[in-house]
């Protein structure tokens, strides 16, 4: 069974950082380029980190410079570091492959509020 999970959001003030994990079961993983999604209230899901198997990365123009995307195959786990977060920043945060790929079953997301 295909599971993604997600966890290391919360609330942070502005300027501050998070580091995200997305661990994944059932799949190998490292055959598999990956992605960080988001999603805010009233908006639709966007991609805004992706990095490949063999380790390249792309970044959405709004998170470029702040985010670093990197992955662990041997724990089978994706990573968002995040720094200088801005409100804008706020969403529910997804891993699952990246943009382009047959989607896996999507997790239950981790919360990340950016407030002051």
């Known amino acids: 069974q295909v599971r993604l999970v997600e966890s290391g959001g919360g609330l942070v003030r502005p300027g501050g950082s998070l580091r995200l994990s997305c661990t994944a079961s059932?799949?190998?993983?490292?055959?598999?380029?990956m992605g960080w999604y988001r999603q805010a209230p009233g908006k639709q899901r966007e991609l805004v980190a992706a990095?490949?198997?063999?380790?390249?990365?792309n970044y959405a123009n709004s998170v470029k410079g702040r985010f670093t995307i990197s992955r662990d195959n041997a724990k089978n786990t994706v990573y968002l570091q995040m720094n200088s977060l801005k409100p804008e920043d706020t969403a529910v945060y997804y891993c699952?492959?990246?943009?382009?790929?047959?989607?896996?079953?999507w997790g239950q997301g981790t919360q990340v509020t950016v407030s002051s």
């Open positions: 990095i490949a198997t063999y380790g390249s990365t």
């Open positions: 059932g799949i190998i993983f490292s055959i598999n380029p």
């Open positions: 699952n492959k990246d943009r382009g790929f047959s989607p896996l079953n």
